[in-house]
């Protein structure tokens, strides 16, 4: 199977999504020309033209409402945010539209709306733009939020969450931009809210999301050798979170670790 980054992996999605589908369109700034903070939309604009690949003014919160409109509409809006950090300028529209539109209809509107924004630290990027946002939405119903540790995740993921009719937070960590994995040339889908389990054991359970769980699986590796059996579980989807295999895990093994880089006070 060929190998490729996980930067790759998400490009590849949003591009297969829009020649499958003329309703998908991406808006942000500089993802046109400049090709995105990060690369991941460059050579799109040459491929879909302005009006798919939509170079946004620096205002989160007005291109952030356009996208909201247009999936009222029937279409199906990616929002690509610089950094994650600056999905506070989007909360009104996020946590008090977006999220709220289908209840407040009683069901005869639909979002399908994806805000894509990468986050964490690590790459000096000082304290306003390293941080992990999935907590400040982690409590607003109507939200989904994905958080892909490997290509082959991310891929199917965004594929994913790009066809489901809520909107959905897709957090990428920057440092896994780089991370190579197989990714199969074929179309497939990785449903939402199915937790997965990286590793077997029997020892302890380790629960981790995005780039935690590269670590946790080094961690294991580490521990194997000293004759600790690590499972390793990742979530992928952390809102609604497929609980089950976290409680047989817990079940089996009797002790249960969290490893998350968010903060500790109010983290998930």
């Avoid at 809006?77 to 909360?91: C, G, K």
């Avoid at 996020?94 to 805000?115: E, S």
């Avoid at 066809?163 to 959905?168: I, L, S």
């Avoid at 499972?231 to 969290?258: C, G, N, Q, W």
Wanted: one cysteine or more.
């Amino acid at each position: 199977m060929r190998v490729i980054t996980y930067k790759e992996a998400i490009r590849e999605a949003i591009r297969e999504k829009m020649i499958e589908d003329e309703r998908v369109f991406i808006i942000g700034e500089d993802i046109g020309v400049y090709g995105g903070a990060f690369g991941i939309t460059m050579g799109l604009i040459d491929e879909f033209g302005p009006k798919r690949v939509v170079d946004a003014p620096m205002s989160e919160a007005s291109f952030t409402g356009l996208a909201i409109g247009a999936s009222i509409l029937g279409l199906r809006p990616i929002v690509e945010i610089m950094f994650a950090d600056f999905l506070t300028f989007t909360a009104d529209q996020i946590i008090n539209q977006a999220a709220k539109l289908r209840f407040m209809t009683g069901g005869q509107v639909k979002i399908p709306l994806v805000v894509r924004s990468p986050q964490g630290s690590g790459t000096g990027a000082a304290s306003q733009h390293s941080q992990n946002t999935e907590a400040w939405f982690f409590n607003i119903p109507g939200l989904k939020i994905v958080v892909p540790s490997n290509p082959y995740d991310a891929k199917g993921l965004l594929k994913s969450s790009i066809e489901d009719n809520n909107p959905v937070i897709f957090l990428e960590h920057k440092l896994l931009y780089s991370l190579k994995g197989e990714v199969p040339e074929e179309d497939y889908r990785v449903p939402l809210s199915k937790t997965k389990i990286v590793k077997e054991g029997s020892d302890i359970t380790v629960v981790s999301t995005s780039i935690m769980v590269q670590r946790a699986i080094q961690a294991s590796e580490i521990l194997e050798r000293e004759g600790i059996s690590v499972e390793v579980i990742d979530p992928r989807t952390i809102k609604p979170m497929d609980m089950e295999p976290i409680i047989e895990s817990v079940k089996k093994t009797h002790r249960l670790l969290v490893v998350y880089e968010g903060c500790l006070t109010g983290g998930i």
